[in-house]
């Protein structure tokens, strides 16, 4: 089956920490981003690639890193910079850059930092 | 840059209609919608461009009108299954490729 997998679905690090989230997709789609999702606040754009060793950064993109080495590939590491990095974390993916292409998310991975 | 969202969040019962806005401050090229479940990934409803178009999907529509930057979601006769939460997307005209999402009006539909 063709999707968008993220992993872990949680996961619990120190303060302190660098940690880096998992994304992966089979639909051999161009464009892949990163979203993160607090209460009340929707879905704030992180980065966002659409090639491959390429990505720009979103509107929230301090103390955040990414990669883009792989097209099915984008992981996403939260640095010790992040002030606040407590929260729900989505990946999605489109078949290419545009204003008419629809986005598909993984599950998301709930980053807890204690 | 965030499109605001109307209602906030907003209660139905079984067969009532619904209306969810949203509106952005600046000029759009595309808006989206999807839908999200509690605890499960946002699912794609649909996306209207510029130029006017409502486009419908079962009982679910919506319509964009790009000179007041401004789109509304119409659900008609709601069912159980259309509670969540409910996300427009705004392209702008000038970096369309990048989506940027509302706060989300989260919808219950109660028997």
């Known amino acids: 089956d063709g999707g968008i997998t993220q992993s872990p679905k949680y996961l619990f690090r120190k303060e302190g920490q660098n940690v880096t989230l998992s994304c992966e997709q089979n639909l051999n789609h161009d464009a892949m981003y990163w979203y993160r999702q607090d209460p009340g606040q929707g879905l704030r754009l992180i980065y966002y690639s659409q090639i491959v060793n390429d990505f720009q950064k979103g509107d929230i993109a301090e103390g955040y890193s990414v990669s883009r080495e792989k097209k099915e590939s984008f992981p996403l590491t939260v640095t010790s910079a992040q002030k606040n990095p407590t929260a729900f974390y989505l990946c999605a993916s489109s078949m290419n850059r545009g204003p008419n292409t629809e986005a598909f998310f993984g599950q998301g991975t709930r980053l807890t930092v204690v | 840059q965030q499109p605001v969202q109307s209602p906030q969040a907003v209660i139905l019962r079984e067969g009532e209609d619904a209306v969810i806005n949203c509106s952005s401050s600046k000029a759009l090229y595309s808006v989206h919608w999807y839908r999200q479940k509690h605890g499960e990934a946002p699912v794609f409803l649909m996306i209207?461009?510029?130029?006017?178009e409502q486009k419908g999907h079962e009982k679910i529509s919506a319509s964009f009108n790009e000179k007041k930057q401004q789109s509304s979601l119409y659900l008609t006769a709601s069912q159980l299954s259309y509670s969540g939460t409910y996300f427009c997307?705004?392209?702008?005209?000038?970096?369309?490729?990048?989506?940027?999402f509302g706060p989300g009006t989260s919808l219950s539909v109660i028997p």
């Open positions: 997307g705004t392209g702008m005209a000038t970096s369309y490729d990048k989506v940027i």
């Open positions: 209207l461009l510029k130029g006017g």
